[in-house]
């Protein structure tokens, strides 16, 4: 299946995660304007990678994935977008790749694996990229810490009934949220996803809500379309 945003076409045949619409979200959200480095880990097809460089033309992006295929179609994926100068896409593991890589990163950036306790997906590739037993958020945030910049920033897309341990998490890292959107399917309905920014210090700030949908069964929320409009066609 192709995905066609305004500069690029996206492949996610064999990827381990395909486009969805937290990946939309979290490349349409996340502040990459003054970050000459960025960070995807778990970026599956390479659409997160792809937006950013999109979003910065300056941006040197650097693409990791636990998983051979979905590095395999990042890649071509990346050589036939036009920014394949500024995008590098590896198959590691996070925990392997923070204790070994020298250089650090403006911005780290994740859509990462959420569910922890739930019946396992029936491919491995797809419950690797969906489970935190093979990236936790301790590990997350651990080797964030080493790679960061002191001024960098991390963004986070993840479930709003995980996000209170996330932030616990990242503050034992002297990492803290200083941005919140909470993601709303559509009104009447709970919060399901939050995005979250963190940097390596406190700062204040008030967290905002975010509709996907006007309501059940309807199109996206003038909110969404102003959002992500720079990528859809």
Same mark, same amino acid.
């Given at each position: 299946? #192709?995905? $066609?945003?305004?500069?690029?076409?996206?492949?996610?045949?064999?990827?381990?995660?395909?486009?969805?619409?937290?990946?939309?979200?979290?490349?349409?959200? *996340?502040?990459?304007?003054?970050?000459?480095? #960025?960070?995807?880990?778990?970026?599956? /097809?390479?659409?997160?990678?792809?937006?950013?460089?999109?979003?910065? /033309?300056?941006?040197?992006?650097?693409?990791?994935? #636990?998983?051979?295929?979905?590095?395999?179609?990042?890649?071509?994926?990346?050589?036939?977008? *036009?920014?394949?100068?500024?995008?590098?896409?590896?198959?590691?593991?996070?925990?392997?790749?923070?204790?070994?890589?020298?250089?650090?990163?403006?911005?780290?950036?994740?859509?990462?694996?959420?569910?922890?306790?739930?019946?396992?997906?029936?491919?491995?590739?797809?419950?690797?990229? $969906?489970?935190?037993?093979?990236?936790? *958020?301790?590990?997350?945030?651990?080797?964030?810490?080493?790679?960061?910049? @002191?001024?960098?920033? #991390? /963004?986070?897309?993840?479930?709003?009934?995980?996000?209170?341990?996330?932030?616990?998490?990242?503050?034992?890292?002297?990492?803290? %949220?200083? $941005?919140?959107?909470?993601?709303?399917?559509? %009104?009447?309905?709970?919060?399901?996803?939050?995005?979250?920014?963190?940097?390596?210090? @406190?700062?204040?700030?008030?967290? @905002?809500?975010?509709?996907? $949908? @006007?309501?059940?069964?309807?199109?996206?929320?003038?909110?969404?379309?102003?959002?992500?409009?720079?990528?859809?066609?």
């Amino acid at each position: 299946m #192709i995905f $066609r945003f305004k500069q690029f076409s996206v492949s996610h045949a064999n990827s381990s995660m395909k486009v969805g619409t937290d990946a939309v979200i979290i490349g349409s959200w *996340a502040d990459v304007k003054n970050s000459q480095t #960025i960070l995807d880990i778990g970026t599956g /097809s390479g659409i997160i990678a792809l937006m950013m460089a999109q979003k910065n /033309s300056e941006a040197h992006i650097k693409a990791i994935d #636990i998983d051979e295929d979905s590095i395999h179609e990042a890649s071509q994926n990346f050589e036939q977008s *036009a920014w394949s100068e500024r995008l590098e896409a590896e198959c590691i593991a996070f925990q392997n790749f923070g204790l070994n890589y020298q250089n650090h990163f403006d911005h780290i950036i994740s859509n990462p694996p959420f569910f922890s306790k739930s019946t396992p997906a029936p491919e491995k590739a797809r419950h690797n990229a $969906r489970h935190t037993d093979t990236l936790t *958020a301790d590990d997350f945030f651990k080797n964030s810490k080493l790679l960061l910049t @002191k001024s960098g920033k #991390i /963004s986070l897309i993840i479930p709003f009934y995980t996000s209170n341990d996330w932030i616990k998490t990242a503050e034992k890292y002297n990492l803290f %949220p200083s $941005r919140i959107t909470n993601v709303i399917s559509y %009104p009447d309905k709970p919060i399901e996803r939050i995005l979250i920014e963190f940097l390596n210090k @406190k700062s204040s700030f008030e967290a @905002k809500e975010f509709y996907i $949908r @006007k309501g059940k069964g309807l199109g996206y929320s003038d909110d969404y379309v102003e959002l992500t409009n720079n990528f859809y066609l």
